[in-house]
Nanobody, 123 residues
Framework: QVQLVESGGGLVQAGESLRLSCAAS????????MGWFRQAPGKEREFVAA????????YYADSVKGRFTISRDNAKNTVYLQMNSLKPEDTALYYC????????????????WGQGTQVTVSS
């Protein structure tokens, strides 16, 4: 069993930065890819970024490319999402997720999910 706990969300002004953390516990070898998804009111859940645990290959949605960076700390079993140049359209509930197998854009492919952390960007 794997537990994922997100933290680091908050209220910031446009142009500012936040760093989200996702702490994994339990059988961390149960997943191969860790990803971040977000969902805003009235919108579908969308892929944000992902990282392959072994090797560190990363993937980003076009909407965040160049602004967000996903990384991991192997010793702490923690995945981070550094969010720079935040925009009001980044406002959403951000979820950390993990899956077995290779990278995928679809949230349904991910077996493990955190509770979410709210990011609100004011204009």
């Amino acid at each position: 069993q794997v537990q994922l706990v997100e933290s680091g969300g908050g209220l910031v002004q446009a142009g500012e930065s936040l760093r989200l953390s996702c702490a994994a516990s339990g059988r961390t070898n149960s997943y191969y890819v860790m990803g971040w998804f977000r969902q805003a009111p009235g919108k579908e859940r969308e892929f944000v970024a992902a990282i392959v645990w072994s090797g560190g290959s990363t993937y980003y949605a076009d909407s965040v490319k160049g602004r967000f960076t996903i990384s991991r700390d192997n010793a702490k079993n923690t995945v981070y999402l550094q969010m720079n140049s935040l925009k009001p359209e980044d406002t959403a509930l951000y979820y950390c997720a993990g899956r077995r197998g290779g990278f995928g854009y679809t949230g349904a492919l991910y077996e493990y999910w955190g509770q979410g952390t709210q990011v609100t960007v004011s204009s």
